[in-house]
């Protein structure tokens, strides 16, 4: 606990337009790792700022509207939770004070922060690293299912569902700078699927994202803003799942092989990052792979019974 690190940073990044603000929260348990980064935006349109993930905790949200309190004069706050995990929505109790603002989610986000699940993720998470003592966990007070739609005046930011990561989480189109905000649906050097139910959502989401032909592609986790992340993270897919079939051709793997799947599959996470390795933690992006090719394969046996 005393090892633990946590930054908060504004990014500059001069290929985007000036009223998109980036944000950076790192949170580490081992000093000399990057640990875990997640990014939250700001949005400066004529009539709102719109805060886009609240991070981890309100003091990232306190840091964050430091950095932009000159823009919120005259403009109305508004926020937006993207999906229900704790590393995009647990500093939504700032905007409950003085700066208190609605808070945009989809329906299944209110329900998931409401769910008990939640509250135990918050005690087992304070149990790990100190600053969680002040989140308390404030749920979406503005929900949609289908769409919606922030008419910002020289900005537009249309909402929409975007499951697979979650089935909670949204993605936001600014159809005037052709910028896509994918949180998790796209993810720098490799996405995270949840289960194997899972898998064909995921993939059906990152088509549809494809389609759009976003010049810019902001993802919660990755450090990236090229549009090229969504066609790799489909291969990535792709690859595992040619693999799996191969595989699955020859024979069916025992369940404890499949703990092992990168190793099963011949597919190391050295081979899926190829020469894009900065500032990435190994240790969950390992885990992570080996995760979603068990998903995948899991998928792949089910759907042959
Ligand atoms: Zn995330």
Redesign the pocket.
């Known amino acids: 606990m005393q090892n633990t690190v946590k930054e908060f940073t504004p990014v500059m990044n001069s290929e985007l337009d000036s009223r998109v603000r980036l944000f950076r929260c790192r949170l580490s348990d081992r000093p000399d790792q990057p640990g875990m980064l997640?990014d939250a935006y700001a949005l400066i349109t004529e009539r709102y700022v719109v805060i886009c993930d609240t991070m981890i905790c309100p003091e990232d949200m306190e840091a964050l509207l430091g950095e932009i309190r000159a823009e919120l004069a005259g403009r109305q706050l508004l926020v937006i939770n993207s999906h229900a995990?704790w590393?995009?929505c647990w500093g939504n109790s700032y905007f409950k004070g003085q700066f208190a603002a609605p808070i945009i989610a989809h329906e299944r986000c209110r329900m998931r922060l409401l769910a008990e699940e939640a509250q135990e993720k918050l005690r087992e998470n304070r149990q790990q690293f100190p600053y969680f003592h002040s989140v308390a966990l404030v749920p979406p007070t503005i929900t949609f299912t289908k769409r919606l739609v922030i008419h910002g005046g020289d900005l537009t930011i249309e909402l929409f569902p975007a499951p697979g990561h979650q089935p909670d989480h949204i993605a936001a189109w600014i159809p005037e700078l052709r910028l896509l905000m994918a949180?998790?649906a796209a993810e720098r050097p490799l996405l995270c699927l949840n289960t194997p139910e899972t898998v064909q959502e995921t993939r059906v989401t990152l088509q549809r994202l494809k389609a759009m032909q976003p010049r810019h592609v902001l993802c919660?986790?990755g450090q990236t803003t090229s549009p090229m992340i969504i066609e790799a993270n489909i291969r990535y897919l792709d690859e595992i799942e040619r693999r799996s079939r191969a595989l699955l051709a020859t024979r069916k793997p025992a369940d404890e092989e499949i703990g092992t799947a990168a190793l099963l599959l011949g597919y190391p996470l050295e081979e899926v990052l190829g020469d894009d390795r900065d500032a990435i933690d190994y240790d969950f992006y390992r885990q992570t792979h080996d995760n979603n090719i068990r998903h995948i394969l899991r998928w792949l046996m089910q759907a042959s019974g």
Do not use: A, P, R, Y
């Open positions: 997640v995990d590393d995009h949180f998790d919660s986790h």
